[in-house]
């Protein structure tokens, strides 16, 4: 069917769309998928319980995948790890039971890195995630199996969290539309934490109109959960939304435009096939009056470095509440001599090694030798960041730049980690400053005979996601033209 959520909605109101037959289409698809390694578990019963209730609300019923890092009441919820492999919730997170509210249909659980930790799909207890434009290639980051079920129309659109660019980055690879809101305007309660000051839910879909339907459904003011800031969604009036979603995307809108392009994203690390799609579409704006000027941000460099000492420190510290006592991968304890041999071997077991690997580093970080030179000194980079970056947005309405500064590459072709790290370059800075960023697709580049897609990453001030969405309904306009 290769349907939009956009069109789905239309046509099922005007009677042409059957929604318990769409859902039946894409829950055969899902279950009978074995590809690309993108779904864990899909709940037929679910859907067939559901699809009836939910046809007639504002989503209409829409058959989307959910990642498995979402607790969903009564089902399975395993974070793609051993450790919670039969753990099922006995509540859901507020995103979810938003989304059931508006009328979605939940087809089934995404595949992911284990507990969210490492950057390609290929940590998952349950196997890697494979890239639907080349199956030999990685799908992106751990919300890459949701990116991969949208770009491979085994669904509507994916729900996914974005840590360091765990949206942005797959939707870039896999040649869809991938928005993370600013930190705090979607709940995070109910969703497995690994970083608590930088995770967040955020959309992958086919357009980004979809996107804005969405986020429409998932932010919202949430008591449960103490980073959530009661502010008003503009798309909760109904009148702003309808004038964005019927705006002609016509790139003469963007003259007169700012935009800002720091030269650290042009720097040698970026692939130079990369770097000519998006000086050519930098060039288009230019073109139409649009201001892009290139600026220093030079605390940019420190991005890396600065996430990467404080998302082990969270990581450490969420990590801690598994204790195996309670839920969770278990064995009999009288076979162990004390509780310490017990977790060892329990932790040991469960754990990837990525995650043993961010749980080492995050003590590292946090002992009383070593706070003060590293922790303590990565939260007063990540202030002087922000406060560089804000003064930027006093000048431009945006932050332009490269998604990635690589195509998608092979699976298990990158074993190194701090490698693998530095891929997040472009994407940390949104989740350490907290702004709302989006990844729109840009042409594709032909290689091993086939065609990987890129992105162009967009970036606004804190609560202006109207202004991003504004700009990436454009660019988007502009690649598909």
Not at 30 to 57: G, L, Q
Not at 177 to 186: E, F, L, M, Q, S
Not at 210 to 231: F, H, K, P, S
Not at 435 to 441: D, G, L, R, T
């Amino acid at each position: 069917m290769n349907l939009t959520l956009t069109s789905y909605i239309a046509k099922v109101a005007s009677g042409d769309l059957d929604p318990k037959t769409v859902a039946d289409h894409y829950l055969q698809k899902s279950i009978n998928e074995d590809v690309y390694n993108a779904y864990v578990r899909t709940h037929p019963d679910y859907v067939s319980t559901m699809v009836e209730t939910f046809s007639d609300r504002a989503l209409a019923g829409a058959p989307i995948a959910v990642k498995d890092i979402f607790l969903t009441q009564w089902y399975i919820t395993s974070c793609a790890s051993q450790m919670l492999e039969d753990y099922v919730s006995p509540y859901s997170s507020t995103v979810f039971e938003r989304l059931e509210s508006a009328g979605w249909l939940m087809l089934g659980k995404a595949n992911m890195d284990e507990f969210a930790m490492w950057g390609s799909n290929e940590t998952s207890y349950h196997g890697p995630v494979k890239n639907p434009h080349d199956l030999t290639k990685v799908a992106g980051w751990s919300s890459g199996w949701s990116a991969a079920t949208v770009a491979g129309d085994l669904c509507l659109w994916a729900l996914g969290t974005d840590t360091g660019g765990s949206v942005r980055l797959p939707a870039a690879l896999c040649g869809i539309v991938g928005i993370k809101p600013t930190y705090g305007r979607a709940s995070r309660y109910g969703v497995q934490a690994m970083s608590s000051s930088l995770d967040q839910p955020g959309t992958l879909t086919k357009t980004v109109d979809d996107g804005i339907l969405l986020l429409d459904a998932i932010c919202w003011a949430d008591t449960q959960d103490a980073t959530n800031q009661d502010r008003t969604w503009q798309y909760g009036d109904q009148s702003a939304r309808k004038t964005l979603l019927e705006a002609d995307a016509d790139i003469s809108q963007l003259k007169g435009k700012k935009f800002a392009l720091p030269k650290q994203f042009l720097d040698e690390g970026l692939d130079d096939r990369i770097r000519a799609i998006f000086l050519n579409i930098v060039s288009v704006l230019r073109d139409a009056g649009v201001v892009v000027d290139e600026v220093d941000l030079p605390l940019l460099q420190y991005g890396i470095m600065t996430y990467y000492i404080i998302c082990p420190a969270e990581v450490s510290t969420n990590m801690a509440r598994f204790d195996w006592v309670r839920y969770g991968l278990q064995d009999d304890t009288s076979k162990y001599e004390n509780i310490q041999k017990y977790y060892e071997h329990i932790r040991g077991k469960g754990f990837g090694d990525e995650v043993q690997r961010r749980i080492m580093i995050g003590s590292y970080v946090l002992s009383a030798g070593y706070y003060d030179a590293y922790y303590n000194k990565a939260v007063k980079i990540r202030a002087k960041m922000k406060a560089e970056i804000d003064s930027l947005y006093e000048t431009y309405d945006a932050i332009i730049g490269p998604t990635a500064p690589m195509l998608a590459r092979d699976i298990w072709s990158m074993t190194d980690p701090v490698q693998n790290y530095l891929v997040d370059t472009y994407t940390v800075i949104a989740n350490l400053c907290g702004y709302p960023a989006m990844s729109v697709p840009m042409w594709s580049v032909q290689q091993d005979g086939s065609q990987l897609p890129t992105g162009l990453q967009i970036m606004t001030r804190q609560w202006d996601e109207y202004g991003m969405l504004e700009i990436g309904r454009i660019v988007e306009s502009v690649v598909i033209g």
